[in-house]
């Protein structure tokens, strides 16, 4: 199989970047960005959505190899369209791994810029969003599925399998120029994991859109309006999928020693089991489940408070979407917020226990001034993480390997 898989090889990328000539910190060069989806809802996509027009912007040439892009054409874009499933993951995974490495075979000679282990070339730069030997290796994470079925956690363990063997084989010296951590926490971990790669990890922290993502006082009234909420109700929000790992049965449990507040989850999930667990727990009342939303802004700007009792992150942009709309941020410590989160001042670090959440809550509705000066510094700190920064942060380590022998 190495014999096969090497096929994809030659020599390490960074050698070939000497010959570059650079002008404003991004050597000359076409960028082949491989990803699964580029555009549209989730947070991976939409950075990478982000990179893409910054590096257009600043008038790069950009290929992009990905099943979907959902860009407006531009003069140096391309797309280059990967045919194969999208789930389920232990199919598609496997399908897409193939195809794009044969695609990105045809752009030697360019920069080859990977999300993840998603492709068996070798590559200059890796953007590393979740490390799946990290997060299992904590004990914490069970392998992710999105409903409680059999074939669901089957799909899951294989998907999980796959994707530690993918990142075994691409996380190497022989196979990766550098990997571009997107958090600090997630960087510490990517060296513990892969040791022989530690020289070669660099941080780039996604950026988070502050324009889009602010306090509104209509987007308030709508929503609000839309759940038979009026002004003066006290509302949490939580936004994402996969609920168990995001501790959602927490926060849900946590309305019972919380009746001031209400919960409002925008995403999708095992509904049927969330409401049966509201209901024994007597929350079913104040628990609103709004299924996967297009517009978060607009949810995020009902609420008064964010809650976040995830297991592991390595950014969590919803945490960062929830400060930038000014949101006091009751997340627990993991890598990404972390960096964000400054316990008693924008927020609380939480644990994944119903009577801790229960009392955080408490707190804020006893002391709403407080409430409010913890959304105001939360959306101060989020003005630090911006997409021009993360564009730059990527045009530095491009910078980096053109530097090279050279």
């Known amino acids: 199989m190495r014999g096969l898989i090497g096929w994809f090889g030659g020599r390490l990328p960074r050698g070939k970047r000497s010959a570059m000539s650079r002008s404003d910190g991004i050597p000359h060069g076409r960028i082949v960005l491989v ?7 989730g947070g ?45 993951f232990s199919i598609a995974y496997p399908v897409f791994f193939v195809i794009a490495s044969l695609l990105a075979r045809h752009h030697k000679g360019e920069i080859l810029h990977a ?27 069970e392998p992710r599925s999105s409903r409680s079925s059999y074939a669901y956690h089957l799909n899951a363990r294989v998907a999980e399998h796959l994707s530690r063997v993918g990142e075994q084989w691409c996380y190497r010296p022989e196979r990766a120029a550098l990997l571009c951590a997107v958090s600090a926490g997630l960087g510490s971990e990517l060296r513990a994991a892969f040791p022989d790669m530690a020289s070669r990890v ?34 949490a929000v939580f936004v994402g999928g996969d609920w168990d790992r995001k501790g959602l049965t927490f926060a849900v449990g946590a309305l019972s020693g919380a009746p001031e507040w209400h919960l409002v989850v925008a995403g999708d999930g095992d509904e049927d089991d969330l409401r049966q667990r ?7 009342d104040r628990l609103h489940l709004l299924g ?6 607009t949810v995020y700007a009902a609420a008064d408070a964010f809650v976040l009792p995830t297991a592991y992150e390595t950014f969590s942009l919803v945490t960062y979407e929830a400060a930038a709309s000014e949101l006091p941020l009751l997340v627990t410590r993991v890598s990404g917020v972390e960096d964000l989160l400054r316990d008693g001042s924008n927020g609380w670090f939480i644990e994944r226990d119903t009577a801790d959440i229960a009392a955080r809550l408490t707190s804020l509705a006893r002391n709403q001034d407080l409430m409010r000066s913890m959304g105001r510094r939360a959306r101060q700190g989020a003005h630090s ?22």
């Not at 996967?292 to 802004?297: I, L």
Request: hydrophobic share 40%; aromatic share 4%; proline share 2%.
């Open 202 to 235: 660099r941080t780039v922290a996604n950026g988070v859109d502050v324009s889009s993502f602010r306090p509104s006082s209509v987007s308030r009234s709508a929503i609000r309006g839309r759940l038979g909420l009026d002004d003066d109700t006290l509302v």
């Open 292 to 297: 996967s939303v297009d517009d978060t802004a």
């Open 385 to 406: 993480f911006s997409w021009s920064e993360m564009v730059a942060g990527y045009a530095r380590a491009y910078e980096e390997l053109a530097n090279v022998d050279g």
């Open 115 to 141: 999300t993840g282990a998603i492709i068996a070339n070798q590559v200059d730069v890796s953007t590393v969003h979740y490390c799946h030997r990290a997060a299992t290796t904590t004990g914490l994470v």
């Open 278 to 284: 509201a209901g024994d727990a007597g929350v079913s």
């Open 35 to 41: 990803a699964n989806d580029v555009g549209g809802l």
């Open 44 to 88: 991976m996509e939409r950075q990478l959505a982000q990179l893409i027009l910054g590096l257009l912007t600043l008038g790069r040439h950009v290929t992009v190899i990905a099943r979907t892009c959902e860009l407006r054409e531009h003069a140096r874009l391309r797309f280059v369209k990967v045919r194969g499933p999208s789930r389920p």
